[in-house]
């Protein structure tokens, strides 16, 4: 049974800063790729930073240069450290990871539960 744990989320002023981490936990095999995405309020959910298995990068244009994707597999953890904060930053942030669970011959996206980001003064 697969599980992904969100944490890091909060209330920040522009221009600050937050570290979001989630971590897989169950009977894993391996992990493709982990990424974060977010969802405003009426908003469709959008990506905002993906890593692979091998450590290549890719971010959307209105986070690039202000946060940095990692991950540690010993941890099967994916973290997302965001500067600089600003207010249309403000969303629910997700994890997810395509991953190969104990026992099935096939890769399976799992996602995480959210957590609340909110950037204002």
């Known amino acids: 049974q697969v599980q992904l744990v969100e944490s890091g989320g909060g209330l920040v002023q522009p221009g600050g800063s937050l570290r979001l981490s989630c971590a897989a936990s169950?009977?894993?095999?391996?992990?493709?790729?982990m990424g974060w995405y977010r969802q405003a309020p009426g908003q469709q959910r959008e990506l905002v930073a993906i890593i692979s298995s091998g450590g290549r990068v890719d971010y959307a244009d209105s986070v690039k240069g202000r946060v940095t994707i990692s991950r540690d597999n010993a941890k099967n953890t994916v973290y997302l450290q965001m500067n600089n904060l600003k207010p249309e930053d403000t969303a629910v942030y997700y994890c997810?990871?395509?991953?190969?669970?104990?026992?099935?011959?096939?890769?399976?996206?799992?996602w995480g539960q959210g957590t609340q980001v909110t950037v204002s003064s």
């Open positions: 997810k990871a395509n991953l190969r669970q104990g026992g099935r011959t096939w890769d399976t996206d799992y």
């Open positions: 169950g009977i894993i095999v391996s992990i493709n790729t």
